[in-house]
């Protein structure tokens, strides 16, 4: 029972190390559907990471989630993103807005996937979540009048006309 013990004490730490690694699957094995399978949920899992974080542009792992879900973005075959004027008017030149914005076009394609096509609503729906996300509190995040704009739209259900009035200025 002591070397049971023992053995226990001296491999916990070890134990508890490995566990905080993150997985690499840069070598996970599989056909090309498993991959592209594996790589979209990567990106939910991103972009989810993203939106429950505060805005640091200094923590290494939100770098890594907003750059892994850039990249996926932009290699994805299945899914089209476009960050048009009133896209870029919403996060109004706070750049660790905009990594939230894009997570909310993922997740709005992910989760709507018979719309993912249409560009006016995934728009809208990546503003809904940017709202979201701007209104933490915990985040304290100043909110922009543009952000302010599209929320009291979106209330009186006129978000989409709205953004299509900024995509003019």
């Not at 200094?58 to 899914?79: F, H, N, P, R, V």
Request: with cysteine; aromatic share 8%; proline share 4%.
């Amino acid at each position: 029972m002591k070397k049971l013990l023992s053995l226990l004490v001296l491999l916990f730490p070890f134990l508890s190390c490995y566990a905080q690694q993150k997985p690499d699957y840069s070598t996970v094995e599989g056909t090309k559907a498993q991959k592209i399978a594996r790589a979209n949920e990567a990106a939910r899992q991103a972009a989810q990471y993203l939106l429950a974080t505060p805005p640091d542009t200094s923590d290494q792992d939100i770098k890594e989630a907003g750059s892994y879900l850039m990249m996926w973005m932009t290699e994805t075959e299945e899914y089209t993103f476009e960050l048009d004027v009133a896209s870029v008017k919403l996060y109004d030149e706070n750049l660790s807005l905009l990594p939230r914005l894009m997570a909310g076009m993922v997740l709005y394609q992910m989760n709507h996937h018979e719309e993912k096509d249409n560009r006016i609503k995934v728009r809208a729906g990546a503003a809904r979540t940017l709202i979201a996300y701007v209104k933490t509190p915990a985040y304290n995040i100043s909110v922009s009048e543009t952000l302010r704009k599209a929320e009291e739209a979106d209330k009186k259900g006129k978000l989409e006309q709205y953004l299509n009035a900024l995509e003019q200025d």
